[in-house]
């Protein structure tokens, strides 16, 4: 006769699985059976739950939250996917439970739902940062608008209006690629951080693929051009001093002018690794290590060029100045800028 499936968990940790006998036609013996089907149905219950609450979600997603302008409405919206969240993480504590209670060895497609299920709340998770975000960028245009005298709100009807006009046309040439179903599922947040606010992340929202809301879009593309003058400026300075040392080497230029051009070179590097920090608080366009590795790299370019400078001008102060001792000091740091 076979043995009832129930565990009994121990003071030590361990499960004992129940010695007796399984009666026929039952997963259990008399004594857990009614323990089997109460974990069954508490699960079946749950899982009705959890299927209305999705078929709920998948509306909203669907509709579009940010097509809604009323905080109070996106805040019931927030309110249905955290309950979707909860009830996911209710029927997984559930299953876990009955599972390792009743099963010795678990089939393997209880791992692979338990899997869907946390996977679903992850992604549901997403979906409630990004509506309460939303609810806050509306309860700050709430309060603006409180603030704003006749002719601002006048101008901020007009700019509304050349948005709808945007968000039309951009919806039709999402129907046209047959997207309508996922266009509002991929909203995301604003990845700029903001300067004069601690370094909080913008919660105005952006849709994939764009990583910025309209307003940072513009300022990343101004915060790009000077990124890319200033690396072009150093480029450029560490070639004039490139230049300057091989006609000093050649007696055409004077070591009054390799110096200028060192320090002139320092300077573009500190600018440079300036704005490269700020672009990247701001904008964080680079992984972590990448944007560390640019840093160290500019880090050590310019003690190396501060190096060279500070010998430089020691020498200079002394009677006995050689121009070798520029040389040596100086060809250490020409050709190492990238």
């Known amino acids: 006769m076979q043995q009832c499936l129930a565990q009994t ?15 026929p036609g039952k997963p259990c013996c008399e004594e857990h ?32 939250f940010t097509r809604s302008r009323n905080p109070e409405e996106v805040g019931k919206m927030v309110e249905t996917v955290n309950a979707y969240t909860e009830c996911i993480q209710r029927a997984v504590v559930g299953w ?17 739902c338990l899997k869907a299920l946390r996977d679903k ?20 245009l709430e309060e603006q608008r409180m603030r704003q005298t006749p002719e601002e709100r006048a101008q901020e009807i007009a ?16 129907r046209e690629r047959g997207n309508t179903s996922t266009y ?3 909203m995301t947040r604003c990845a700029a951080h903001l300067a004069y606010d601690e370094q909080t992340r913008c919660a105005t929202p952006a849709r994939k693929p764009e990583r910025f809301c309209p307003v940072h879009r513009e300022e990343h593309r101004l915060a790009y051009l000077k ?28 070591t009054t002018d390799v110096t200028a051009h060192v320090r002139s070179y320092l300077a573009a590097l500190d600018e440079e690794l300036q704005v490269v920090e700020s672009h990247q608080q701001l904008f964080q366009c680079k992984p972590a290590a990448e944007h560390a590795e640019k840093v160290d790299h500019l ?31 100086i060809l250490g740091m020409v050709g190492r800028r990238t």
């Open 96 to 112: 876990h439970e009955h599972t390792s209670h009743f099963f010795v060895e678990p089939d393997p497609a209880f791992a692979e």
């Open 9 to 23: 968990p121990e003071e030590n940790g361990q499960q004992t699985r129940c010695t007796k006998p399984l009666p």
């Open 159 to 174: 700019f509304q209006k050349q948005v709808q006009q945007v968000q039309v046309q951009v919806n039709q040439r999402i």
């Open 227 to 254: 990124l890319d003058q200033v690396m072009q400026a150093a480029e450029e300075s560490h070639a004039k001093t490139d230049a300057t040392v091989n006609n000093f080497r050649s007696g055409r230029a004077r």
């Open 33 to 64: 059976s009614a323990e089997f089907w109460r974990q069954m149905d508490a699960y079946r219950k749950v899982y009705e739950e959890l299927c209305k609450l999705e078929r709920l979600v998948e509306g909203i997603t669907t509709g579009g």
């Open 299 to 329: 880090k050590s370019q310019r003690s190396l060029v501060k190096q060279v400078l500070d010998s430089v001008v020691a020498e200079e102060e002394k009677d006995e100045f050689s121009g070798e001792v520029l040389l040596v000091s």
């Open 184 to 186: 509002d599922a991929v």
């Open 121 to 140: 709340r992850t992604v549901a998770l997403a979906i409630a940062a990004n509506i309460a975000d939303w609810k806050q960028y509306l309860l700050m």
